[in-house]
RNA sequence: GGGCCGGUAGCUCAGUCGGUAGAGCAUUUGACUUUUAAUCAAAGGGUCGCGGGUUCGAGUCCCGCCCGGCUCACCA
């Protein structure tokens, strides 16, 4: 129930309105004062000359006697961001798409009705304007206005023109209001989208195709993680949201589609951190007849491509560190222990009874990964490929053929996080039965991340898997990384919040509107 | 899930030792025909996250809960 409900039965007549209430009245109002001018609170289509950013990108470098002589007329729209009035006359900021254009009004110059139109505007609105370019005084490349539209009501109040929003939490719930308020947020989802522009074009130009696989799925597999479970009534059957596409692209692989990728969710039952969102983006692809070494190069080059294409720079600035991805780093898991390793005597990798000694976990695979993990992982600043992981933790890759207790894989970190994982994918059907057997062990014994038996998956590669190597990029986090983002809720446009519960302005619309009868 | 920090006007933030809840922006009214976070004058606007408790008296102290942030654990 609204505010005014409860504060109503203490005077008779008119209710007492809240700020927020009074406000919201004010403008709702308006929208009657509006329409009595001849305009439409709503508008519809509207055909600008020049958008904001046009404007500024052809006439920042023409001079204010040029334009005077040979006046540009333009038409152009956008939302209020600032208004200055100066009882005649007035200056205020339009934004369109990011960019920012003055316009000036001037009572003379404008219709009677245009003029209180001016005077009826509140900052949020979205108007469009006639008129042709000038430079003020200062300077500044402006519209002088010959005739106003009106375009939409703003029913809400902006946010503070200067501060903007530094609530996060009202960053991440209204992210529409962070993008109207703050230039860097909108920055940040451009170079988002140029990230995945560059992959996908990069992807194209050597052959690749993009795919998209099933997103709800009988069996999860690909990745160690606990699923969500959903359930489709029809058939009567739970689901899983997948938690890697993995196993059906490489189905593809087999029918034929030598070089895939997908671009796409994959979603994990998991906390949320600053580098966990429970559905995030993940590049995929793979690519027949390579191995982990080709992919180690490829991704060498794709990444130093991605970080120009989003930032113009191969090196590029995450917090106090430089990222250099135009000179990627390999390293084996092994090295990487003895290097980072600072215990009193110098580490012995090699050793199983060394591993074994320096953790709790039950085999000398698992003890590398995890020594690794705890000494190597947050030290591996600078963009590094870490490479020769132990079979153990890596069901569906492939033995290294002269050492059989680690896999052909790699993956690659920054700024101490993981950002992609790539491996020659096993592909003899026999022994990845063996490891999904394996794996149904460990489920038994109680691991819920454990792999599922996925026999199709056996069966699609009994036709025979091409040699091929696989790999998988955070988009998420190759964002934060080139973005200089310390959250991935800043790089996810609607990042997984609780519901916040009633919000009680639809009450409030509903009383406005009966109010009008 | 644990630890720490936070939630006060639409927004950004103060609020001392427990003693009548403040500022700037925004809003309203007035002045102002080239302003730049326009300026000047005045006014209105509060469920101090929610619920208990202590107290003559709670934004402030205590307990519980809700929401968020950071961090640890788990994970990519």
């Known amino acids: 129930m609204g505010h005014y409900n409860k504060k109503s039965h203490h005077s008779t007549g008119a209710f007492p ?34 958008s904001l950013a046009t404007v500024l990108a052809e006439y920042t470098p023409v001079e204010a006697a040029q334009l005077d002589a040979n006046r540009v007329p333009v038409k152009v729209c956008g939302r209020l961001r600032t208004i200055r009035r100066m009882g005649k006359a007035g200056f205020a900021h339009l934004t369109q798409d990011g960019a920012q254009l003055q316009i000036y009004v001037k009572k003379d110059l404008v219709s009677e009705t245009d003029w209180k139109l001016w005077e009826l505007i509140d900052l949020g609105d979205i108007v469009g304007a006639d008129g042709y370019l000038f430079r003020t005084r200062t300077g500044e490349l402006s519209v002088h206005v010959e005739k106003l539209y009106f375009l939409a009501k703003t029913l809400l109040t902006m946010p503070e023109k200067f501060h903007g929003i530094e609530d996060v939490e009202l960053r991440y719930r209204q992210r529409y209001l962070d993008l109207i308020a703050s230039p860097e947020s909108r920055a940040v989802f451009v170079a988002r989208a140029r990230i995945v522009a560059s992959l996908r074009r990069q992807l194209e130009s050597r052959g690749f195709i993009e795919v998209e696989t099933p997103m709800m799925q009988p069996l999860y597999g690909g990745a160690a993680a606990r699923p969500f479970v959903t359930h489709h009534n029809t058939l009567d059957i739970d689901l899983y949201l997948r938690i890697a596409p993995e196993l059906y692209l490489k189905r593809l692989v087999v029918g034929g589609l030598d070089r895939v990728y997908e671009i796409n969710r994959n979603f994990r039952n998991e906390g949320v951190s600053t580098q966990h969102n429970p559905e995030f983006t993940m590049l995929e692809f793979y690519q027949a007849y390579t191995d982990y070494h080709g992919l180690m190069d490829f991704t060498c080059e794709l990444l130093k491509q991605v970080a120009i294409d989003a930032t113009g720079s191969a090196a590029v600035q995450y917090g106090d560190d430089t990222l250099d991805f135009g000179n990627i780093r390999r390293l084996s898991m092994r090295e990487a222990v003895r290097e980072f390793w600072t215990g009193p005597e110098p580490a012995r990798p090699d050793d199983a009874a060394w591993l074994l000694a320096n953790s709790h976990k039950a085999t000398a695979g698992e003890a590398l990964t995890d020594i690794f993990e705890r000494v190597g992982e947050d030290k591996l600043i600078q963009p590094t490929i870490i490479y020769e992981y132990p079979v153990e933790t890596s069901p569906l890759s492939k033995q290294n053929p002269d050492n059989p207790a680690f896999v052909d894989r790699f993956e690659i970190y920054a700024a101490g996080m993981e950002i992609g994982n790539a491996y020659t994918e096993l592909n003899d059907p026999q022994e990845q039965r063996r490891r999904f057997e394996m794996q149904l062990g460990m489920r038994e014994r109680g691991d819920e991340e454990a792999h599922q038996m996925d026999e199709d998956y056996i069966r699609a590669m009994s036709y025979g898997l091409p040699p091929t190597g696989g790999e998988g990029i955070g988009i998420d986090r190759l964002t934060m990384l080139l973005t200089n983002s310390k959250s991935i809720r800043d790089v996810i446009l609607f990042p997984l919040l609780r519901p916040e519960g009633d919000i009680g302005l639809a009450a409030k619309l509903r009383e406005l509107d009966t109010a009008q009868g």
């Open 17 to 50: 309105l809240s700020l927020e209430d009074d406000l919201l009245r004010q403008r709702h109002d308006r929208i009657r004062e509006i329409e009595a001018l001849g305009f439409r609170p709503y508008g519809h289509r509207f055909d600008f000359s020049h």
